[in-house]
């Protein structure tokens, strides 16, 4: 069981992500290079949508370069962790972009939604909430809109937090997070303090 046997600083996301993968494409080479390669063209499909906003030309040039970016990097970049969460974010983006999701309960509720889950794979995504909250400033629904993009963002936490509690290893991920992901943040490369503490 992750924290509780196994010491890591991963968070619950991308243990999903990951028996996401075997479950889908097995433990082959083949099945992960594959699993990349979709979730590389969903995340130029949702870019291209986004920035054709601006012109399909503008589309097409930020979906092709990023593509070409990503796959230059090699392995080194394939299903990072960094990679992995901007699915969601780019999904978020699209959701407050389209004028196609009228109702403004479920409008809100995905965007929280798709932040909640990039967050469970790296906690500073929760910090993209900040960016959607001054589009609401002109609205006299603040408060309403808030509470329902906070609740979507808070579904999957939630539930990560549950699955946590139910096997035992809250405990465990809770002092991980506490005690040593601070120190982790003052190691370098070399494994050395930076502080000098």
Not at 9 to 23: D, Q, R, S
Not at 91 to 109: C, D, F, G, P, Y
Not at 118 to 126: E, H, L, R, V
Not at 184 to 193: I, S, T, V
Request: charged share 15%; net charge neutral.
């Amino acid at each position: 069981m992750p924290y509780l046997e196994i010491f890591d600083l991963n968070f619950p996301g991308v243990y999903f992500f990951h028996w996401l993968i075997v479950k889908t494409a097995g433990y082959s080479q083949l099945g992960f290079r594959i699993f990349d390669l979709i979730w590389l063209t969903t995340i130029l499909a949702v870019t291209y949508l986004i920035m054709s906003e601006v012109s399909k030309r503008v589309g097409l040039a930020a979906a092709v370069f990023f593509g070409l970016i990503y796959l230059a990097r090699g392995p080194e970049w394939s299903l990072e962790r960094e990679f992995v969460m901007l699915l969601p974010l780019a999904l978020a983006v699209l959701t407050w972009q389209t004028s196609k999701i009228n109702q403004e309960m479920w409008r809100n509720l995905l965007i929280g939604f798709f932040i909640g889950a990039a967050s469970t794979i790296k906690p500073t995504a929760a910090l993209i909430l900040i960016a959607f909250i001054p589009s609401y400033r002109k609205n006299e629904k603040l408060f309403q809109k808030l509470v329902w993009l906070l609740t979507g963002f808070s579904v999957l936490p939630l539930i990560c937090l549950l699955w946590l509690w139910l096997n035992g290893s809250l405990a465990s991920f809770l002092v991980i997070i506490t005690n040593y992901l601070p120190l982790y943040g003052e190691l370098n490369g070399d494994l050395a303090l930076l502080s000098g503490e």
